[in-house]
């Protein structure tokens, strides 16, 4: 009996490995084996090279030649990169859409915050997913596509280090409160206080993330 019905194959395998990934079940470097994962699955392997395709291009593995595909590391060097990127375009995009954003788009912003405080207190591997479509909520309403586009790959590009930050447990409710200070100003029309609350929310994630690198090098 096969795990996954085959329906929109390719994108339930993505998923399946993106909340592995993710969770650090499959953790950087790992091997993925296409074969094995096709039999797990009870697919074939046409979907699980699809997947795969979708997995790289998201940044989740990397292909190496007459290898196969393997786990990307995690590195201090990604993070401030994306991180980074998020610092020079997300809070203007926040701010522009803060001016902008009507009643339907705050109970939008609301319930996507709820699901995160969720799945933070579950710590559940949906985090990234659900911190990416917070503050997506919060960038939407401006209606500029290209940088919801940018900011989304941002995100994804972000998951596993959003997961990796909140690992300390002492880290949820501060990252509970930074969201939601972040969603009170916005959704009170207020956009030079949500800009530089996202500002300050992003700054302090790069810096834990930092200094949880560091402290694995000296470990």
Same mark, same amino acid.
């Given at each position: 009996?096969?795990?996954?019905? +085959?329906?929109?194959?390719?994108?339930?395998?993505?998923? &399946?490995?993106?909340? +592995?990934?993710?969770?650090?079940?499959?953790?950087?470097?790992?091997?993925?084996?296409?074969?094995?994962?096709?039999?797990?699955?009870?697919?074939?392997?046409?979907?699980?090279?699809?997947?795969?395709?979708?997995?790289?291009?998201?940044?989740?593995?990397?292909?190496? /030649?007459?290898?196969?595909?393997?786990?990307?590391?995690?590195?201090?060097?990604?993070?401030?990169?994306?991180?980074?990127?998020?610092?020079?375009?997300?809070? @203007?995009?926040?701010?522009?859409? =803060?001016? +902008?954003?009507?009643?339907?788009?705050? &109970? +939008?912003?609301?319930?996507?915050? @709820?699901?995160?405080?969720?799945?933070?207190?579950?710590?559940?591997?949906?985090?990234?997913? =659900?911190?990416?479509?917070?503050?997506?909520?919060?960038?939407?309403?401006?209606?500029?596509?290209?940088?919801?586009?940018? &900011?989304?790959?941002?995100?994804?590009?972000?998951?596993?280090?959003?997961?990796?930050?909140?690992?300390?447990?002492?880290?949820?409710?501060?990252?509970?409160?930074?969201?939601? /200070?972040?969603?009170?100003?916005?959704?009170?029309?207020?956009?030079?206080?949500?800009?530089?609350?996202?500002?300050?929310?992003?700054?302090?994630?790069?810096?834990?993330?930092?200094?949880?690198?560091?402290?694995?090098?000296?470990?």
């Amino acid at each position: 009996m096969p795990l996954i019905d +085959r329906k929109a194959l390719p994108e339930r395998i993505v998923d &399946v490995m993106r909340s +592995r990934i993710i969770a650090g079940t499959l953790a950087p470097d790992t091997s993925i084996r296409q074969d094995a994962l096709a039999a797990e699955l009870g697919v074939s392997k046409i979907p699980v090279r699809e997947a795969l395709a979708r997995l790289e291009q998201d940044g989740l593995i990397v292909s190496q /030649a007459n290898r196969g595909f393997f786990v990307a590391p995690l590195s201090a060097e990604e993070a401030y990169d994306v991180f980074g990127l998020r610092l020079r375009i997300e809070p @203007d995009a926040v701010a522009w859409a =803060c001016d +902008r954003a009507g009643s339907d788009d705050r &109970v +939008r912003a609301r319930r996507a915050l @709820d699901a995160l405080n969720a799945a933070i207190a579950g710590h559940t591997p949906e985090i990234g997913a =659900c911190n990416r479509a917070f503050h997506l909520s919060l960038i939407r309403p401006g209606d500029r596509q290209v940088t919801l586009q940018i &900011v989304e790959r941002l995100h994804v590009l972000a998951e596993r280090y959003v997961f990796k930050h909140l690992e300390p447990s002492s880290r949820n409710a501060r990252a509970e409160a930074e969201h939601e /200070a972040l969603f009170e100003s916005w959704a009170a029309g207020d956009a030079s206080a949500a800009a530089a609350r996202t500002t300050a929310h992003i700054e302090a994630t790069l810096a834990d993330l930092t200094d949880q690198f560091q402290a694995a090098e000296t470990a």
